[in-house]
Nanobody
Framework: QVQLQESGGGSVQSGGSLSLSCKAS????????MGWIRQGPGKEREAVAT?????SAVYADSVKGRFTISRDKNTVNLQMNSLAPNDTAMYYC???????????????WGQGTQVTVSS
């Protein structure tokens, strides 16, 4: 089973930008999606963005127009702009069949990277 390793994240002020990256240790099946799932303090898990091997992406309404997901084979990136305090969360890279990733229940997860947005 592949392992996922995230990088990026950190702390930023409201309105700022951050970029996350995730690299898989092996090949992701071509019928699998990769995506980013976040969980903030006291909040439910949220599938932020999901992308398939053709580059088709799905975004949560809460991040549309602000976040952009991209993928290059076994690497997935998340560019986050116009960040707000309610974007504060642990962000996890994930992969599985697209139907599982898009609803936030993938079988393969990274360890997560913290994003903190201050007002």
């Amino acid at each position: 089973q592949v392992q996922l390793q995230e990088s990026g994240g950190g702390s930023v002020q409201s309105g700022g930008s951050l970029s996350l990256s995730c690299k898989a240790s092996g090949d992701i099946p071509s019928n699998y999606c990769m995506g980013w799932i976040r969980q903030g303090p006291g909040k439910e898990r949220e599938a932020v963005a999901t992308i398939d091997s053709d580059g088709s992406a799905v975004y949560a309404d809460s991040v549309k127009g602000r976040f952009t997901i991209s993928r290059d084979k076994n690497t997935v990136n998340l560019q986050m702009n116009s960040l707000a305090p309610n974007d504060t969360a642990m962000y996890y890279c994930a992969t599985d069949h697209c139907a599982r990733v898009v609803v936030g229940i993938p079988q393969t997860w990274g360890q997560g990277t913290q994003v903190t947005v201050s007002s």
